[in-house]
């Protein structure tokens, strides 16, 4: 039962900045909100997380919304190399181990 | 570093069969999962370790097997194979031991079952 909801697909112009929105209005207080991709059926890659500040790194920014019920993911320039899924995720606490509670992701292509 | 190597990267099994699929890293992590991918969908979580001789079981566990003598290997066990595990198999390690940190994915085992 994913916790997040995505658009199923977006276009990005190449150079341009890409914000992709995630829901997750069901979101406890101590749960992260972590964001991987995967390219061409590859094994996923890490981007970044977060709880309830922005944050930022060498791939991108992630801003949460106060009320914490949903976010974007900002990729400043985006490159023809950035087409893949985004998965917008949701880490929760079971049986005292965290896990990831995966949607179905945003597939962003990025045009010339 | 060869990170998290997956065996093998295709595999098809017929109704009824066993295999064992194979991961392996090299970071020295101690947390290891397992999860499938069907198709037009996130991933789902099978079992887990979060060291060796320690695993429990995710999401999806049922019809698979895990065990976890090193550190470095975690192999996954289709116990009597179904079309409905017809699915891309990834392996996941972390260096935190809960699962909390940034998981690093190998390639994927794309199985199918007739």
């Known amino acids: 039962d994913a916790k997040t909801t995505q658009p199923p697909s977006m276009d990005c112009a190449e150079g341009r900045a890409a914000n992709l929105p995630c829901n997750h209005s069901?979101?406890?207080?101590?749960?992260?909100v972590y964001w991987y991709r995967q390219i061409h059926s590859q094994g996923p890659q890490y981007i970044i997380h977060g709880l309830k500040n922005n944050e930022t790194n060498e791939m991108a920014s992630l801003i949460i919304t106060e009320d914490r019920k949903s976010s974007t993911l900002i990729l400043p320039h985006a490159t023809l190399r950035d087409t893949a899924v985004y998965y917008c995720?949701?880490?929760?606490?079971?049986?005292?181990?965290?896990?990831?509670?995966w949607g179905a992701g945003t597939k962003l292509i990025i045009k010339p | 570093n060869a990170g998290v190597t997956q065996t093998p990267k295709f595999q098809v099994l017929k109704t009824g069969q066993s295999m064992t699929l194979q991961c392996a890293q090299d970071?020295?992590?101690?947390?290891m999962s397992w999860y499938r991918q069907d198709p037009g969908m996130g991933l789902r979580l099978i079992h887990y370790?979060?060291?060796?001789?320690?695993?429990d079981q995710g999401e999806v566990p049922n019809g698979y097997n895990v065990s976890r003598s090193t550190t470095e290997d975690f192999p996954l066990r289709l116990l009597s194979a179904a079309p409905s595990q017809t699915s891309v198999y990834f392996c996941?390690?972390?260096?935190?031991?809960?699962?909390?940190?940034?998981?690093?994915f190998g390639p994927g085992t794309r199985l199918t079952v007739t």
């Open positions: 370790s979060v060291g060796a001789g320690i695993t």
């Open positions: 069901t979101i406890s207080g101590n749960e992260y």
């Open positions: 996941a390690s972390s260096y935190s031991t809960s699962g909390s940190g940034e998981q690093y």
């Open positions: 995720i949701v880490r929760v606490l079971r049986d005292s181990n965290y896990q990831l509670i």
């Open positions: 970071m020295n992590h101690e947390y």
